[in-house]
């Protein structure tokens, strides 16, 4: 096993991008991670995409997008887990590169959402559930999170308004992103009186569909002085997977498959959440973000939520999460979603993360959650 | 979708029919060919009673495909007496009446009508349960 860095990042910004089609999104951002990486070429490139066959009626992404981005005839797949694809992309391409069978390879996350409106948008989403028990019964995938938002309230005992840290806290560092999609920070009284959309989530519970693109650039670490002084090691990379469907889980509070994966990355890297400078979660939704702190053993059980009442969660909190406006307000670009997680992290680790910078960042840690938490991919990234 | 993938979900659909597991006794529904609980093949078919609780419980206002035209409709988690949780809708209810911890009955409904053949595919909904007179 080699150790493996990550040497350049690319990113366009996230919102509706009326003007880009899927192919020139992915290209934007993977010539970006390209040139700051300094190179020309690269083994392999794998591409994390949930909806194009969906959206864009267009499946077999690898060579396009290969073709598209000038590198025709690499090795290109695209890799596909819902919402985590994006971090399951990186999570291949960290495969290949400590396996020693690939030196330069290209994690791409891509997704074009705005094409599709509506029920069919909604429906394209409710993929990520189980066709035959969950989605054929009308289930979308707000009121699949409403369902375990519902029931954590009634077992711990939590209001509404106690989960509005979330978002207040992801709109209010946005503000610094020049790529997040909404750069406005949010007040308690318009997340209590967000428009419902399937109760108890409301519209500032919810993470904005999007199109974006990220990339970031990997090699090993032993040549990783050969490109750039800005390298970012990945101290770990675990994936975990638990049933798809909600009803199937042995205890649906509980994400049995953040609490594996975060398990797994904290023993490679020998580190424990005590150790974690900042952490980009997928706050997906607000009860996401709660569910994710405390199967990742930074709140107990029940309690993932006080850290966002308490302000824990802030820039200058005892755990930073969504740095740079989290799922909430960068945007959620599905498939997208976890290489940007990782290009913020670098961007953090990097010290290069502008208005949204948490000073002395050594260890950043992200999260990407696909389904209702049926896989789950959790990335350590160490400084220089 | 298609008739013939609706048709061989049939005993579950219409009369709740899941599996209990040889090996560890647990009841399985909806059926699988390896149980959750300890990787063991061979089941047995196992008639759920159809009754249950509500686990939690949400209201679709922004429906997907095909189900627009029954929108607002309520979905919930159903915690059989069996054991299993299961996701279906809620019907002959009104949704400001729904609680945690109701008692549920399964019914037989309409769930969607498919494609230009109108293909009608009826499964299990839930309803408050019925008191003896």
Not at chain 2, 2 to 8: L, V, Y
Not at chain 2, 15 to 28: M, P, Q, S, T, W
């Given at each position: 096993m080699r150790d493996v860095s990550i040497i350049g990042i690319g990113q366009t910004p996230v919102g509706e991008h009326w003007n880009r089609s899927l192919r020139h999104l992915a290209y934007d951002a993977i010539a970006a991670a390209m040139q700051d990486a300094g190179i020309e070429r690269a083994d392999a490139l794998y591409v994390g995409n949930m909806l194009s066959g969906e959206i864009s009626g267009q499946s077999h992404l690898g060579p396009l997008i290969a073709d598209f981005a000038g590198l025709r005839g690499?090795?290109?797949?695209?890799?596909?887990?819902?919402?985590?694809?994006?971090a399951a992309a990186v999570r291949i391409g960290y495969l290949a590169v400590a396996s020693g069978l690939q030196d330069i390879v290209i994690c791409a996350g891509v997704e074009k959402m705005t094409?599709?409106?509506?029920?069919?948008?909604?429906?394209?989403?409710?993929?990520?559930?189980?066709?035959?028990?969950?989605?054929?019964?009308?289930?979308?995938?707000?009121?699949?999170?409403?369902?375990?938002?519902?029931?954590y309230m009634y077992e711990y005992g939590v209001r509404h308004e106690d989960f509005a840290g979330f978002a207040i806290n992801s709109h209010a560092n946005a503000v610094g992103n020049p790529n997040a999609m909404f750069r406005r920070p949010i007040t308690l009284e318009a997340f209590k009186r967000a428009g419902m959309v399937a109760a108890p989530i409301n519209l500032l519970d919810s993470s904005p569909m999007a199109d974006g693109a990220a990339a970031v650039i990997l090699c090993p670490s032993e040549q990783a002085r050969e490109f750039t002084d800005d390298?970012?090691?990945?101290?770990?990379?675990?994936?975990?997977?638990?049933?798809?469907?909600?009803?199937?889980?042995?205890?649906?509070?509980?994400?049995?498959?953040?609490?594996?994966?975060?398990?797994?990355?904290?023993?490679?890297?020998g580190v424990g959440p005590a150790d974690i400078d900042l952490f980009e979660l997928h706050d997906a939704f607000t009860i996401m973000a709660a569910l994710s702190l405390e199967a990742t053993g930074f709140a107990d059980r029940g309690r993932g939520w006080q850290l966002a009442a308490n302000g824990d969660i802030r820039p200058d909190g005892r755990i930073p999460i969504c740095t740079m406006g989290g799922l909430k307000a960068r945007g959620h670009p599905v498939g997208a979603t976890g290489v940007y997680q990782i290009v913020e992290a670098v961007q953090q680790l990097r010290g290069k993360a502008g208005d949204c910078q948490i000073p002395n960042v050594h260890l950043a840690m992200t999260q990407n959650i696909g389904g209702s938490g049926a896989t789950i991919v959790t990335h350590i990234l160490e400084g220089g | 979708?298609?008739?013939?993938?609706?048709?061989?979900?049939?005993?579950?659909?219409?009369?709740?029919?899941?599996?209990?597991?040889?090996?560890?006794?647990?009841?399985?529904?909806?059926?699988?060919?390896?149980?959750?609980?300890?990787?063991?093949?061979?089941?047995t078919p196992f008639h759920f009673s159809g009754r249950g609780e509500i686990y939690s419980h949400t209201t679709i206002y922004n429906p997907p495909a095909g189900f627009e035209e029954f929108a607002p409709y309520t979905v919930a988690l159903v915690k059989l007496e069996e054991g299993p949780l299961v996701t279906a809708q809620l019907t002959d209810v009104d949704p400001q009446e729904i609680a945690i911890g109701q008692p549920v009955e399964m019914v037989t409904r309409k769930i969607r009508e498919e494609g230009p053949e109108g293909l009608i595919v009826y499964g299990y909904k839930f309803r408050p349960r019925l008191q003896a007179a």
């Amino acid at each position: 096993m080699r150790d493996v860095s990550i040497i350049g990042i690319g990113q366009t910004p996230v919102g509706e991008h009326w003007n880009r089609s899927l192919r020139h999104l992915a290209y934007d951002a993977i010539a970006a991670a390209m040139q700051d990486a300094g190179i020309e070429r690269a083994d392999a490139l794998y591409v994390g995409n949930m909806l194009s066959g969906e959206i864009s009626g267009q499946s077999h992404l690898g060579p396009l997008i290969a073709d598209f981005a000038g590198l025709r005839g690499i090795e290109a797949v695209k890799i596909e887990g819902a919402c985590a694809g994006g971090a399951a992309a990186v999570r291949i391409g960290y495969l290949a590169v400590a396996s020693g069978l690939q030196d330069i390879v290209i994690c791409a996350g891509v997704e074009k959402m705005t094409d599709e409106v509506g029920s069919r948008l909604t429906s394209a989403l409710a993929q990520a559930a189980d066709a035959d028990h969950e989605t054929v019964h009308g289930i979308s995938f707000v009121a699949l999170n409403a369902l375990l938002m519902r029931r954590y309230m009634y077992e711990y005992g939590v209001r509404h308004e106690d989960f509005a840290g979330f978002a207040i806290n992801s709109h209010a560092n946005a503000v610094g992103n020049p790529n997040a999609m909404f750069r406005r920070p949010i007040t308690l009284e318009a997340f209590k009186r967000a428009g419902m959309v399937a109760a108890p989530i409301n519209l500032l519970d919810s993470s904005p569909m999007a199109d974006g693109a990220a990339a970031v650039i990997l090699c090993p670490s032993e040549q990783a002085r050969e490109f750039t002084d800005d390298a970012v090691r990945i101290a770990a990379s675990a994936m975990a997977t638990d049933s798809l469907s909600l009803h199937d889980r042995h205890d649906p509070l509980w994400l049995q498959a953040a609490q594996d994966s975060a398990r797994r990355a904290y023993r490679q890297a020998g580190v424990g959440p005590a150790d974690i400078d900042l952490f980009e979660l997928h706050d997906a939704f607000t009860i996401m973000a709660a569910l994710s702190l405390e199967a990742t053993g930074f709140a107990d059980r029940g309690r993932g939520w006080q850290l966002a009442a308490n302000g824990d969660i802030r820039p200058d909190g005892r755990i930073p999460i969504c740095t740079m406006g989290g799922l909430k307000a960068r945007g959620h670009p599905v498939g997208a979603t976890g290489v940007y997680q990782i290009v913020e992290a670098v961007q953090q680790l990097r010290g290069k993360a502008g208005d949204c910078q948490i000073p002395n960042v050594h260890l950043a840690m992200t999260q990407n959650i696909g389904g209702s938490g049926a896989t789950i991919v959790t990335h350590i990234l160490e400084g220089g | 979708m298609g008739i013939a993938r609706d048709w061989r979900l049939r005993s579950q659909r219409y009369a709740l029919v899941g599996e209990i597991c040889d090996d560890c006794g647990r009841k399985i529904f909806p059926p699988r060919d390896v149980c959750p609980y300890c990787a063991e093949e061979a089941q047995t078919p196992f008639h759920f009673s159809g009754r249950g609780e509500i686990y939690s419980h949400t209201t679709i206002y922004n429906p997907p495909a095909g189900f627009e035209e029954f929108a607002p409709y309520t979905v919930a988690l159903v915690k059989l007496e069996e054991g299993p949780l299961v996701t279906a809708q809620l019907t002959d209810v009104d949704p400001q009446e729904i609680a945690i911890g109701q008692p549920v009955e399964m019914v037989t409904r309409k769930i969607r009508e498919e494609g230009p053949e109108g293909l009608i595919v009826y499964g299990y909904k839930f309803r408050p349960r019925l008191q003896a007179a």
